[in-house]
């Protein structure tokens, strides 16, 4: 989960979002103040009984443009998901909702979730917003629970070496790491930086996300390709 702001936004707090003037409307655009898309969206998170953990916010320096990361503490394990959020008075991009354990929010309009949604600044978007966010939010409960049963099954689910060195050929052939990265996941897999258990699934799925740092941003496919390989020599093994 990433909030990366290097191409003029600038991290700031929430209150600052109040302070934001906003353009006037015109009959084809219709701004939305950017502490009004936070609101309405911790709202329904809220709501459905999710609780935030960690808030990060950014600004471009004429505050036309907002990028915002929500962190969200997981009742089924040590990891969390997140809500990634865009917001721009300047007619650039959309509004924009992200959900996921995979979520990227940059300021150079890079913008990627498991799931997303996008809206133009509209009259009827920001009369339909408030429900609309409420609709996507009101899932996010059930994803998350198949989401941990699914990783339940990887830390279930044994690999020796030899099949770990499959595995992460597998992803090199399925293009999910390159060859420089062949030695990072290794690496992590025999010595991980972080407590992910004993040699699971869960592991090498950790040390792949670990080596791939970033590219999941460019290429979003990488996660559900990545997810292909660690499902099927779970699959295979428990067969």
């Not at 929430?14 to 015109?26: N, S």
Request: net charge negative; hydrophobic share 40%; with cysteine.
């Amino acid at each position: 989960m990433t909030l990366l702001l290097h191409r003029g936004a600038e991290e700031c707090d929430y209150a600052r979002l109040h302070e934001v003037a906003i353009p006037d409307a015109t009959p084809s655009h219709v701004p939305l103040p950017h502490n009004a898309l936070v609101d309405m969206t911790k709202y329904a998170l809220g709501y459905y009984g999710h609780e935030i953990v960690e808030e990060h916010h950014g600004i471009t320096k004429d505050g036309m443009r907002y990028f915002g990361l929500l962190t969200l503490k997981s009742p089924y394990g040590d990891y969390t998901d997140a809500v990634g959020l865009r917001n721009s008075n300047d007619k650039k991009f959309p509004i924009g909702i992200a959900f996921g354990a995979q979520v990227f929010v940059c300021d150079n309009l890079s913008f990627h979730g498991d799931h997303v949604i996008r809206r133009k600044h509209t009259a009827n978007s920001k009369r339909d917003l408030p429900g609309l966010v409420a609709e996507v939010v009101e899932p996010l409960g059930e994803y998350r629970k198949s989401q941990a049963r699914t990783f339940d099954h990887y830390r279930a689910t044994a690999l020796t070496d030899r099949t770990a060195d499959h595995v992460i050929m597998q992803m090199f052939r399925d293009d999910i790491i390159n060859v420089q990265r062949i030695a990072t996941v290794a690496n992590q897999w025999d010595n991980p930086e972080h407590d992910w258990g004993d040699k699971t699934a869960w592991r090498m799925f950790n040390a792949a996300t670990f080596a791939l740092n970033g590219r999941v941003a460019g290429n979003p496919a990488v996660t559900e390709r990545l997810h292909n390989v660690i499902n099927g020599v779970c699959e295979r093994i428990a067969a």
